[in-house]
């Protein structure tokens, strides 16, 4: 089965070499690791950071942090990282492999494509 992930990358880029007092109010409000962290502790973390990655997330939370970050004044970046990802399942008894090691999975998936088994479905994940 074909699955396309929708997802983004995000970052806080800061307006100089590193975060100001009102940027490391903002970031308190939008990151929750942040919000019982003092500000003088952020400001020891992100010293001398032009910018912070929050990570890759569903464009449904990205929407969302993208959204709160404007609110707060935060100047946010978003890089569209979606994907094509395949779970094997066998159809008669609808039952998925589940393979964790990530690159024995991306070679199972190969050489499934490779020897011609079908692509079944295709579901969006937003």
Do not use: C, W
Not at 27 to 55: F, H, M, W
Not at 63 to 70: F, Q, T, V
């Amino acid at each position: 089965m074909a699955m396309y992930n929708h997802q983004s990358s995000l970052k806080i880029s800061f307006a100089g070499s590193q975060p100001t007092i009102q940027e490391i109010i903002a970031l308190r409000k939008l990151i929750v690791a942040y919000q019982n962290t003092p500000a003088i502790e952020i400001k020891s973390l992100l010293k001398n950071q032009q910018e912070i990655d929050l990570g890759i997330v569903s464009s449904i939370e990205a929407r969302k942090m993208i959204s709160h970050a404007r609110q707060l004044n935060l100047e946010i970046i978003a890089t569209d990282v979606s994907a094509t990802n395949y779970l094997p399942i066998h159809l008669k008894t609808n039952s998925a492999l589940i393979i964790e090691d990530n690159d024995l999975a991306r070679r199972v998936i190969e050489k499934m494509l490779q020897s011609g088994v079908r692509v079944s479905e295709h579901i969006e994940i937003d």
